[in-house]
Every structure is written in C-alpha cells, then in structure tokens.
C-alpha cells in the first residue's frame, strides 16, 4: 500500500511539473483560443496564471482526499470538500470586496482553499493511518505499480478532460459575447458550483458503499442506498434551486461590485434556466456512481461523450440561432442524455445477481 502512495505522489509531482510549465507557456495562447475579450484579457491572463501555479495544490488535494476514500474513510474527504467550497466562498468575497484584489484574488482564493484542506486531511491520514508513513525503501522498485496506476489513471482522466472540453466550449461562446457576458456568467456560475460540489460529494459518499456492497453481493442494500441517496440528493436540489432563484440578485453582487442591468440579464438567463434542471444533475450524479462502483466502466464512459456531444451541439450548432440562451440549456441537455443512458443500465444491472467479488 505504501509503494502505492509513493507512486502516485511521485506521478502527481511529475504530472504537475509538466503540466504547469507547458500551460504557463500557453497561458496567452489559450486565452486567444478562448476568444476572450480584449477589455479583460489582461485579467484573465492574471487570473490563469495564478491558478497554474497553484496546480500543485489542487492535485495535492485530490490525491490525499482520494487515498482517504481508498482507506474507507469517505467522511474526512466529503467534511474537507464542504470546508474548502465554503472556504472558497468566504476568501472570493474578502480577496474581492474589501481587499480589492480582483480576479487574481478569485484565484489565489480557490488555490488557497484547496491547499488549506489538502494539508487538514494530510494531519488526517498522519494521524489515523501511522502504518501509512513512508519511507525511503517505499520508492524503490516502482515501475509496475507506475504502469499499474497509469493504466487504471488514464481512462478516469480521460473522462474528466472530456467533461472539461464541454465546459471550455461554452466558455468560449460567452467570451464572444463580451464582457457583460462573461461577467454575468462567471458570477452565476460560482452559485451553480455549490449545487455540483455538494452533488460530487454524494457521489463521494455512494461509491464506498456501493462498492462495498457490491463486493459483498448484496443487492438489496445496494437498492437501498441508491434510493436514500436519491431523496437526499434530490431534497437539496429542490431548496438549491428555490434559493437561487429568489436570491439570484445578492448572489451575484457578492462576488461583483455594481453589477449592471446587462450583467443581471445575463446571470439571471443562466440562473433561471439552468437551476430547475439541478435535479438531473443529482440523478447523474447518484446513477453514473452506482454503476461505475458495480465495476461497469462503460456505460458511464458512453455517458460522459453523451455530455461531450450535447454540450457541443448547443454551443456550437444552436448558439447560431439562440445565442446565450444555448449556453444556458447546454448543461440541461447534456445531463438529460446523460441520464437517459445510465437509468435503464442501473436498472437492468439491478435485475441480474449480483455475483460476490
């Protein structure tokens, strides 16, 4: 188990490196292909450099928290992304608002809570899991536990880049739009970012005990579970979005002073749109997991190019004729076929025995 976490602090470091020095040497270039306009590309590039700097601390934090849920313990994890989305919160509005540091703060802002909690859950694993302290004979030896991890890694990261593609392409149709737009969408989208955190952790939390359960064979529970889960998730999405569209206004002036008519019809649009459908999102989030703990990689892989396509297809084909308004139903559409692929999966998976791992 220890040559294990060597490995992956290893191929983090090394992946981090690269990574960093090869973004940092785009940085300007990708703000070209973004279509950012002029007025804030100088910000923009403020606000990119400093969050490639801090890819250290985000890869840090996924790879404790990841090793915590690997040990069983799925609480710590899901108590630390709460701490640093709440942390990130606080931090964008003082770096912001009193300490007028602008769109640099907002990134300095989500590295620091990343790093705060990436350091919290390492005194966590120090302290609950002595056996785990590495040490120097760890790292020899390494190369078919490095290959190993690469082969079980690159599937899963492949998966996260193409939901990252999706979301870049919709970024780049707003940026064309001007600086209004991006304005309007990058505050409504920080509100948006609470409901899919506190969807993730769910999906934190239901992937230990299905797989467990799984392991076990004992379907039942794993019903159980997934429907507990689902109520939950669900009543969250409900009170989120009754909360975002009542207080869409004092959302967005926390994190832009003055904001104009322009800027509130652009959030407003993407508020009012998008967060009536968070249920789906809560439906992806409990199915895609479930499935994907009961060791089917491909039906959630089929899932995320399913995003991938429809969240193309509105940005790039109906944004012709809707404009902004295509941006604002992309994420719907993508979790709406999405989900009408992984629902039947789940539900024929859950006819057939469940054979003991």
């Not at 220890?2 to 090869?22: E, H």
């Not at 209004?180 to 230990?208: F, H």
């Not at 992309?330 to 009408?340: H, I, K, T």
Request: include cysteine.
């Amino acid at each position: 188990m220890r040559k294990s976490i060597a490995v992956s602090t290893l191929l983090s470091i090394a992946f981090t490196v690269v990574l960093t020095l090869v973004c940092c040497l785009l940085s300007r270039q990708i703000l070209v292909w973004m279509q950012i306009p002029d007025d804030i590309a100088e910000e923009a590039n403020a606000y990119m450099f400093v969050v490639l700097l801090g890819t250290g601390a985000t890869v840090f934090y996924n790879m404790i928290s990841n090793m915590l849920r690997a040990l069983g313990d799925s609480k710590t994890p899901l108590y630390f992304l709460v701490f640093s989305s709440v942390l990130n919160i606080i931090l964008d509005i003082v770096f912001i608002v009193p300490m007028h540091m602008g769109v640099a703060g907002a990134a300095w802002a989500t590295i620091l809570s990343q790093f705060l909690s990436a350091v919290f859950s390492t005194v966590v694993r120090l302290r609950n899991f002595p056996i785990l302290h590495l040490r120097r004979e760890d790292f020899h030896d390494l190369k078919g536990a490095a290959v190993l991890h690469l082969k079980t890694g690159f599937p899963m990261g492949f998966q996260m880049s193409v939901m990252c593609i999706g979301q870049l392409a919709m970024q780049a149709v707003v940026n064309s739009l001007g600086t209004a737009a991006v304005a309007g969408y990058t505050a409504a989208s920080k509100a948006d970012q609470l409901s899919v955190l506190v969807n993730n952790a769910m999906m934190t939390a239901i992937s230990n005990y299905v797989a467990q359960n799984f392991g076990a064979g004992k379907k039942d529970r794993i019903r159980l579970g997934v429907r507990a889960s689902l109520i939950q998730t669900e009543a969250f999405n409900i009170l989120m979005c009754i909360g975002i569209l009542l207080l869409r206004h004092p959302i967005v002036e926390l994190f832009l002073s003055n904001p104009t008519a322009e800027i509130y019809h652009y959030s407003d649009a993407f508020l009012t749109i998008e967060a009536p459908f968070y249920f789906l999102l809560g439906l992806l989030a409990v199915y895609r997991t479930s499935i994907q703990s009961m060791q089917n990689g491909r039906a959630p892989f089929a899932a995320c190019m399913i995003e991938l396509v429809m969240r193309l297809a509105a940005t790039v084909w109906l944004s012709r004729f809707l404009g902004y308004t295509a941006v604002c139903i992309a994420s719907p559409l993508a979790w709406f076929g999405a989900v009408a692929l992984l629902i039947p999966v789940y539900y024929r998976m859950m006819m057939k025995p469940v054979k003991t791992v």
